[in-house]
């Protein structure tokens, strides 16, 4: 699986970015999609994923009501709609595809299959 994401940009705080991640392949229904992001110093950190389906996501609580991951998989697409920015979600934002929940429980993603090439996102206050 080939995944790549786009979307990123500079925004002032309160704003809002949509992230689109395309996969490439025909199993792309079978793979978790997630996003985890990293800021400059710190950790990688899982935002938040979604099941096969649509039907179960996880949210990390930093962003909890404020970002909303989604997928199309007619599109071959996830993506993540991230409202009310702010600045400490400045960051290298990674879209991630794995067949195995269990893989993003790390919330640090060192087990993931397949990674797309980072998208930055710059909210400025």
């Known amino acids: 699986v080939q995944l790549q994401a786009s979307g990123g940009g500079l925004v002032q705080a309160g704003g809002s970015l949509r992230l689109s991640c395309a996969a490439s392949g025909r199993t792309f229904s079978s793979y978790v999609m997630g996003w985890f992001r990293q800021a400059p110093g710190k950790e990688r950190e899982l935002v938040a994923a979604i099941n096969w389906s649509g039907g179960s996501t996880y949210y990390a609580d930093s962003v909890k009501g404020r970002f909303t991951i989604s997928r199309d998989n007619a599109k071959n697409t996830v993506y993540l709609q991230m409202n009310s920015l702010k600045p400490e979600d400045t960051a290298v934002y990674y879209c991630?595809?794995?067949?195995?929940?269990?893989?993003?429980?790390?919330?640090?993603?060192?087990?993931?299959?397949?990674w797309g090439r980072g998208t930055l996102v710059t909210v400025s206050s």
């Open positions: 991630a595809a794995d067949r195995d929940y269990s893989d993003y429980l790390s919330l640090r993603g060192e087990t993931i299959d397949y």
